[in-house]
């Protein structure tokens, strides 16, 4: 079974800490994705990686960044948390040409 | 550009009643269509696909038709269980791009016993 992990299913941090979402999966899996979710707005897209060190921007990036040093793991990074960014962040991997493997999720409040 | 419109929720329904969960879908070519849900507390599990015109994705009892024509992708299941309460999302994925989802915002789907 594809596994993806998520590093947290909550956390609560305070606006302008430094936040850290780490996600891993088990598959050598190339492509691997940044969702948040919020009521009324589904899934959209932040940052999505298709090869270590290798990254685009999706249709939300403004106050994120990521990082993709091995295959396996790819970092959400807030650099600086503001409470907007309250939401559920969903972590995603796909080898191309098959589904979209998801994470749990980390429910992340910004006080 | 490439957008998902799906049925605005939240949906409630009795026990064993027809289930339909409308999707339409714009996109340039011809992409992959998908259906994902979400149960409390989880991410999200594909539930069934289709890759070309006239295919039918099926997976638990629940069906959709991929159809052209009306650049629809309906969620269909005959009779409905409590346990398939849940959040489901109709997905697209263009087809030669990149792996990138675009995704509907998602319909609640509550069954009562």
């Known amino acids: 079974d594809v596994k993806v992990t998520q590093s947290s299913r909550y956390l609560v941090k305070r606006t302008g800490e430094k936040v850290f979402l780490e996600c891993v999966q088990d598959?050598?899996?190339?492509?691997m994705f940044w969702y948040r979710q919020d009521p009324g707005l589904g899934l959209r897209l932040i940052y999505f990686s298709y090869d270590v060190k290798m990254k685009e921007k999706g249709d939300i990036p403004e106050g994120y960044s990521v990082s993709r040093e091995k295959k396996e793991r790819f970092s959400l990074i807030l650099e600086s948390a503001s409470t907007n960014q309250t939401s559920m962040y969903l972590c995603?991997?796909?080898?191309?040409?098959?589904?979209?493997?998801f994470g749990p999720g980390t429910r992340l409040t910004v006080l | 550009g490439n957008s998902v419109t799906q049925m605005e929720g939240p949906v409630t329904l009795s026990e064993e009643a027809f289930l339909t969960i409308n999707c339409t879908y714009t996109a340039t070519g011809y992409p992959s269509l998908f259906w994902y849900v979400q149960y409390p507390g989880e991410g999200l599990q594909l539930l069934l696909k289709?890759?070309?015109?006239?295919d039918k994705g099926s997976n638990k009892g629940f069906e959709a038709t991929y159809r052209k024509e009306t650049t629809s992708f309906h969620l269909e299941k005959g009779s409905v269980q409590v346990s398939d309460s849940a959040v489901y999302f109709c997905?697209?994925?263009?087809?030669?791009?990149?792996?990138?989802?675009?995704f509907g915002k998602g319909t609640k789907l509550t069954v009562n016993p």
């Open positions: 995603a991997s796909i080898d191309r040409g098959h589904e979209q493997f």
């Open positions: 997905a697209l994925r263009r087809r030669g791009g990149s792996e990138k989802l675009v």
């Open positions: 598959m050598d899996h190339e492509n």
């Open positions: 289709a890759t070309k015109a006239d």
